[in-house]
T-cell receptor
Framework: AQSVTQLGSHVSVSEGALVLLRCNYSSSVPPYLFWYVQYPNQGLQLLLKYTSAATLVKGINGFEAEFKKSETSFHLTKPSAHMSDAAEYFCAVSSGTYKYIFGTGTRLKVLA | SQTIHQWPATLVQPVGSPLSLECTVEGTSNPNLYWYRQAAGRGLQLLFYSVGIGQISSEVPQNLSASRPQDRQFILSSKKLLLSDSGFYLC??????????????FGQGTRLTVV
C-alpha cells in the first residue's frame, strides 16, 4: 500500500525566505509523486510531478522538488517566498493502480 | 483542451435530505474519474473512483454512493445526508491506459454543509 506523510500541518516563513515543505512516501513499487497547491475554496492545481525521468523536478511558480529514494522523500522548496505563495500544499503518490493517495496537507503562511 | 466542471459550488442541505453532486469532463475520452472529500486537517480522502461507464470502486464505507451513467459524467449521491457528510467535495479525472505518471486534474469543488 502507498502512503504519504507531510511533516508540519502549518509552516510560516518570511517573505523572501526559503520555503521547505516536507513529504515522505511509502510505496512497494517505484512511485510517481506529485505536489499540488490549493487556494481557499478552490480545487487543486499541479505544481510539479516526479515520473522517474530526473530526480530534481522543476515546477511552476519557482517551486522545485528532489526525489531521494534512500530517504523516501520528495520535499518541496522555493528559494524565496512570495506573499502569493500562501496556500495549502499537498503531496501525493501513485503507483499505477488508478489511485492517487494524498497527504494531510501543509498550510503555508508568508509573513510580510 | 480538457476541462472539468463540478457543480454546485456551495450547497446547504438539511439532515436527512438527498444529495446529488455532478461532475463532467470535456475534451477527453474514457477518463478515470474520482470523488474526494476534504475535511479540515485531514487532507483528501478518496471516496470513489471509476475506470469506465458503470464501473465504480468504493474506498470508504459510508453514506454516499457514486454512479457513472456516461463516459464523462460522474455523480455523487446520498439518499439521506448526515451531519458528518459536511465537507469539501472534489471531483477529478486522469488519463487512462498510459500509466499513473500523469497527474489528476481537479474541479473547483463543492462546499457541502449539512445542517
Amino acid at each position: 500500500a502507498q502512503s504519504v506523510t507531510q511533516l508540519g500541518s502549518h509552516v510560516s516563513v518570511s517573505e523572501g525566505a526559503l520555503v521547505l515543505l516536507r513529504c515522505n512516501y511509502s510505496s512497494s513499487v517505484p512511485p510517481y509523486l506529485f505536489w499540488y497547491v490549493q487556494y481557499p475554496n478552490q480545487g487543486l492545481q499541479l505544481l510539479l510531478k516526479y515520473t522517474s525521468a530526473a530526480t530534481l523536478v522543476k515546477g511552476i511558480n519557482g517551486f522545485e522538488a528532489e526525489f531521494k529514494k534512500s530517504e523516501t522523500s520528495f520535499h518541496l522548496t522555493k528559494p524565496s517566498a512570495h506573499m502569493s505563495d500562501a496556500a495549502e500544499y499537498f503531496c501525493a503518490v501513485s503507483s499505477g493502480t488508478y489511485k492517487y493517495i494524498f497527504g494531510t496537507g501543509t498550510r503555508l503562511k508568508v509573513l510580510a | 483542451s480538457q476541462t472539468i466542471h463540478q457543480w454546485p459550488a456551495t450547497l446547504v442541505q438539511p439532515v436527512g435530505s438527498p444529495l446529488s453532486l455532478e461532475c463532467t469532463v470535456e475534451g477527453t475520452s474514457n477518463p478515470n474519474l474520482y470523488w474526494y472529500r476534504q475535511a479540515a486537517g485531514r487532507g483528501l480522502q478518496l471516496l470513489f473512483y471509476s475506470v469506465g461507464i458503470g464501473q465504480i470502486s468504493s474506498e470508504v464505507p459510508q453514506n454516499l454512493s457514486a454512479s457513472r451513467p456516461q463516459d464523462r459524467q460522474f455523480i455523487l449521491s446520498s439518499k439521506k445526508l448526515l451531519l458528518s457528510d459536511s465537507g469539501f467535495y472534489l471531483c477529478a479525472w486522469s488519463e487512462a491506459g498510459i500509466g499513473m505518471n500523469t497527474e489528476a486534474f481537479f474541479g473547483q469543488g463543492t462546499r457541502l454543509t449539512v445542517v
